[in-house]
Each structure stands twice: as structure tokens, then as C-alpha cells.
């Protein structure tokens, strides 16, 4: 599966362009602020219908526009696939698969699968817990339409828990109500671990086994999923709690504190990690991420660096290229500022590939 066009319309720095792609790797370089990162991002739109930077999607209408549209043509085999996102200010945004609109946005989740590993991913691995779950969550969203409908159920009953909990609990209705959100939230949570659990245990044989690839050897990595759920069923977590809870006013037990730690040689990356290993355990996941993902949906994702090897030392990067020289991806997108140093790097690896040079919101030129 490969992206073979892409059309802009309104997007972030773009009035328009017209992009067409090779199917093996596409560079894209250019100065900071040209416009690089955003058509990676108009990538992720495609596939996960929203922006991996961004949290509203009326952030990314081009300034003084009260539009956008991003379009995208995938090939798969013989097959082709037309998929367009546009939104109007102040309006939902509208997502259609070969004409046809969709009624769920989740109905679209993992057909066109895109790993991006950028600069801002380093919070994955020393940022919160949430980064982390997130993380967990997009990938089995992709690959499991039951787990993503269950978490979002999950995540509506806990936010109603919680409103119940900031009003003052005082009569039998209120408790009865308390009490039919947690017989819910434990049955929800025990699909929703189980498949977690799952996933964690895949992953981190992918993830071993990149790390030692990148490092060569030198280091060992592991990867342990954390659950409240490790130690108690849910329902007793809601039930002991309730007093804390009804303190705090908002539900302190639960999957939704769930957590990934990442250990080098039985020392904790996030803790005590160098620079050098906590980018190398980041590399390692999300080439973990693209492995769970192949595997799973019978196609390569598209990969996406995004300024990736400037933030690089040698070494490392030289593991990276040895991966793509073995023929391991499919359709790769790498951005750099420095087109000679990134031409070096492929040319010298013996790796064809696609230079595009950019201006500030000027179509790509090819190179």
C-alpha cells in the first residue's frame, strides 16, 4: 500500500498543491517553516482523520479561510482508494472513502495505516502516562474495531462518573446510579486490559529485537505494561476507592491510569536513561509499531520521519539506514532542512530515492 497522490487545499500553510509520490522513499527538504511537517501531517489525517500535532482540527484552516480539504489517492495491488477530508469552520468535518461519506470517523480507523516518528515523540518516553496510552490506544484502534468501540464507551461512562462525583452524592439514587457506572466501567475494563496485555506482549518482541538491531548489540531493552488491573479486579478498584474518589472528584483507579515503562539493562529509560537510549527506545517502538501494524492488517504502513536524522548521531543513524537498505518498509516519507547531508546518507547506502525541495507554501519540486 503506497500514497500516490495527495491534494491540498486550505491546509495550514498551503492554499493549495498538487503532490504526486514514488512508491519507495520520498525526501522532502526544505528550510524550518516551509511547510515540511505539515504535509506529513495532512498524511496522518488521511489515516487516522486528525492531526498528529494539533488537537483542533479548526487550527488547521489556512489563516483568514473558513475551509480545507485534503485528498489523498492510496494504491493497493490493482486496487485504488480516494479519501477526503474537508471541513467548514464552526462545522464537523466530513471524511469520504471513494465518494461514499462516512457515518463513524472510527469506521475509518486502520485501513490506511501510517507510523510518524517525529521530534515531538520524545514525550512517549519521558512525558506522562498518557502519552503512553494514547500511544497504546491508536495502535489497537487500527487493528481491532471492538477494542476502539469499548474504549470510547469506557471513556463516556468515566466522565459521567465523574460528574456524578463532583455533584454532592446524597441520596439512594445517586448511589444506585454510582453503582450501575461501576458493574459498566468492569466489564468494559476487562476487555479493554485483556487486549492491552495482548498487545504489550507482541510489541515487546518487536521491540527487543529492534533495540538490539539499532544498538548492535550492545544493550539489552525490555518493555513491562502497568495496570492497577495487574493486582485487583476492577470493580474492587472502584469500590475501595470510592472515598478517595469522592474527595478528589474524579475516579483515581482504573485502566484508563494504565501505563508502558521501558528499562535498559535493568535501569529505567525515563529515569535514568541517557539521550542516546531514550531515542534509540523510541526508534525501537515505533518500528515496533510499524511490525505489530504489518502484521496484523496484511499491508506495510507508510513510515514517516519527520526531521528525524538531524536529531540523529551517525552511529545510530546508520542502524536506521541498514534497516531500510534490507528491504524492511514499504512507502517511506523522511524530512530534513539539509538535502545534501540527507542525499549522502541514502546515496552512500546504495538506497534509491525521491528528493522534493519545498518553499513556504509553494507545491513540491522535484530534484
Known sequence: MF?????????????????????????????????KTNILDAIHYLSLCKSYFTSGDSQNILKDESFMMVKGTFQNDENKNEVVCSMKTGQKKQFRLNGKEYQRLADHIGKFPVVMITPTDHELITGGSDERRKFIDRIISQVSRTYLDNLNAYLRLLEQRNRLLRKTIKDK???????IYNEQLSSLSVSIY???????????????????LITDGQEEASMCYESQLNE?????????????????????????KDDLSFSVDCMNVKRYGSQGQQKSVLIA???????????????KPIMVFDDLFDRLDDLRVERLILLVRQHRFGQMFITHTARERLDTILRNAGIE???????????????
Request: hydrophobic share 35%; glycine share 8%; with cysteine.
Open 173 to 179: 439514587s445517586d448511589f444506585e446510579t454510582l453503582a
Open 3 to 35: 500514497l500516490k497522490s495527495l491534494e491540498l487545499l486550505n491546509f495550514k500553510n498551503y492554499p493549495e498543491g498538487h503532490f504526486q509520490f514514488h512508491t519507495g522513499i520520498n525526501c522532502i527538504t526544505g528550510p524550518n517553516g516551509s511547510g
Open 232 to 256: 485487583a479486579e476492577p470493580i474492587e478498584l472502584l469500590i475501595s476507592s470510592f472515598e478517595k474518589d469522592l474527595a478528589v472528584q474524579f475516579t483515581t483507579t482504573g485502566i484508563h
Open 285 to 299: 517502538l515505533k518500528l515496533s509499531q510499524f511490525s505489530f501494524l504489518g502484521e496484523h492488517k496484511g499491508m
Open 194 to 212: 485483556t487486549e492491552r496485555k495482548l498487545f504489550c506482549k507482541e510489541l515487546e518482541k518487536h521491540f527487543v529485537r529492534y533495540y538490539e
Open 353 to 367: 530515492s525521491s528528493f522534493y525541495e519545498i518553499r513556504a507554501g509553494i507545491p513540491l519540486l522535484k530534484v
